[in-house]
């Protein structure tokens, strides 16, 4: 991971430069070199500041030639710097350079330590990679980039980086688990890969089959049951109210490690992509680790269902009626609806243990929310307005969007049994509410919950502002602001 560090001054010898330029600011931006040049090349090439655009140059150096990189800062806004943080990875990372220097002295406006610090996050997040299983890389594809030194930073940047270093490492996380095959990462190991976050302080509890079986979680089980990878129910407890908050804001994340559909088996085509099905979780992992490491003042409960929904002899079938811990019983009427049974017996078990006043859950739970919202929102399905503008008003400050779908007895009758309490699949129509109709059957009178369908932002097949193809982290973010401007004081 790239590494970054603040300084007074430049570096000595080789290594690129960055001079950040506001939105049609160039003519009052210092720029290295012969100013009049560069500025005139940056023009031609139709460079104007925007946030995140790029124009490269070479001046005169010691060594010969030296690497300038123009970086747009757009309206200056705090995401306006993260882009061109990210923009400046993106640019030089396999490029051959090993450091960049960003100087702040030649700005037209003063940055704040926050959009500082956002632009130091954004760098670390785009050059973000994965190379663990990649044995014949070729050279000039291999990662050079690293150390981001920033100079001239403004007073309270250690403060801003902390945090943001924070964030940057719970993302990181979760982009490991969402990223490692599903031979690596199933129930059992993922909950390994989670026993780091005690070191930050953070309290472990892992139910397994006889537990949640006496706790009658017979919805998450009857997915599980197909698979020779035991379940877990992962609990991880943070109180950084030093016990002034007496009830926890629980996150619940969908585990599924791999999602083959089961006997209502999924098409092969992409099925591979499936290893990512536990994005909710691995949010929610992310998160508690990104709250410990920063030390929120906030009490948070993040509990992940972890199976594996696999199609052997002893699985569950189309048509099946199981008992969820509710004591709701359900008739599964697809097995590839399988992450709301999931999530609806997680649910009811943190709800019974902790009796949370709020309570969000994160789930890749429906091919329908890309359908609705393509890759650019994750749809938010609540009962409560105040908690739907809290959510959404962090989404888009933390660059993690939602966007808000309704709820309503019209959706919750089309998920009706006849022989049950409720089935787990209505009509194709309107897919993802009634997915989220069933999950608010689960919930208790009184508690404010939301439920985020991640389904389209887990999994990027092209690069995106802060990642490269692949794995996102989305939720993260979100999270965090969510903890950080509601409950921390």
């Not at 930050?200 to 089959?209: N, S």
């Not at 609806?344 to 949370?356: E, H, N, R």
């Not at 009634?434 to 991640?454: C, E, M, P, S, Y």
Request: with cysteine.
């Amino acid at each position: 991971m790239i590494k970054v560090r603040f300084a007074a001054a430049l570096p000595e010898g080789s290594h690129c430069v960055v001079v950040l330029v506001p939105k049609d600011a160039l003519a009052e931006t210092a720029v290295p070199g012969d100013a009049t040049l560069i500025r005139a090349a940056a023009a031609a090439s139709r460079f104007e500041g925007e946030a995140g655009a790029v124009s490269e140059h070479h001046v005169a150096h010691a060594s010969g030639a030296q690497r300038l990189l123009l970086v747009g800062v757009g309206q200056s806004s705090e995401e306006d710097f993260e882009k061109a943080g990210a923009a400046i990875s993106a640019r030089l990372l396999t490029s051959g350079e090993t450091q960049v220097a960003v100087d702040l002295a030649g700005l037209a406006i003063k940055p704040s330590a926050k959009a500082v610090a956002r632009l130091a996050a954004g760098a670390v997040l785009r050059g973000w990679r994965y190379d663990t299983y990649r044995t014949k890389l070729p050279e000039k594809q291999k990662p050079t980039l690293a150390e981001v030194i920033i100079v001239g930073a403004p007073e309270g940047i250690e403060g801003a980086w902390a945090h943001q270093s924070a964030i940057v490492e719970g993302v990181s996380l979760t982009r490991e688990l969402v990223t490692e095959p599903a031979n690596i990462i199933y129930p059992a190991t993922f909950v390994e890969r989670c026993a780091r976050l005690k070191d930050f302080g953070i309290e472990i509890e892992v139910l397994g089959r006889d537990e949640m079986a006496a706790a009658g979680m017979g919805a998450l089980l009857g997915v599980a049951q197909g698979s020779v990878r035991e379940p877990k129910l992962l609990v991880m407890k943070w109180d950084g109210s030093a016990g002034a908050q007496a009830k926890p804001v629980v996150l619940v994340g969908k585990g599924v490690t791999f999602d083959t559909g089961g006997i209502s088996l999924k098409p092969p085509g992409g099925m591979e992509d499936m290893k990512w099905d536990m994005g909710g979780a691995g949010a929610v992992a992310g998160a508690m680790l990104t709250l410990a490491s920063r030390k929120s003042k906030a009490h948070v409960v993040g509990i992940c269902g972890l199976v594996e929904n696999m199609p052997d002899g002893n699985a569950q079938r189309p048509g099946d009626v199981v008992t969820s811990m509710s004591g709701q019983t359900i008739e599964v009427i697809n097995t590839d609806a399988e992450g709301r049974l999931v999530l609806c017996d997680a649910m009811t078990w943190v709800q019974k243990k902790y009796s949370p006043d709020y309570m969000v859950d994160l789930a890749t739970l429906t091919g329908a929310i890309i359908i609705s919202l393509g890759h650019e929102y994750a749809g938010l399905f609540t009962n409560d307005d105040g908690l739907a503008e809290k959510l959404t008003s962090a989404g888009k400050a933390a660059s993690d969007p939602l966007w808000r779908f309704p709820l309503s007895a019209a959706y919750d009758k089309l998920i009706d049994s006849p022989i049950a309490d409720i089935k787990n699949v209505g009509p194709r129509e309107g897919g993802s509410i009634t997915a989220a109709q069933f999950l608010q059957r689960f919930v208790n009178d009184g508690v404010k919950w939301a439920h985020l369908d991640i389904a389209g932002m887990v999994w990027a097949s092209k690069p995106g502002a802060v990642w490269d193809k692949g794995a996102t982290g989305f939720g993260v973010r979100l999270l965090d602001r969510f903890v950080a401007d509601n409950f921390e004081g």
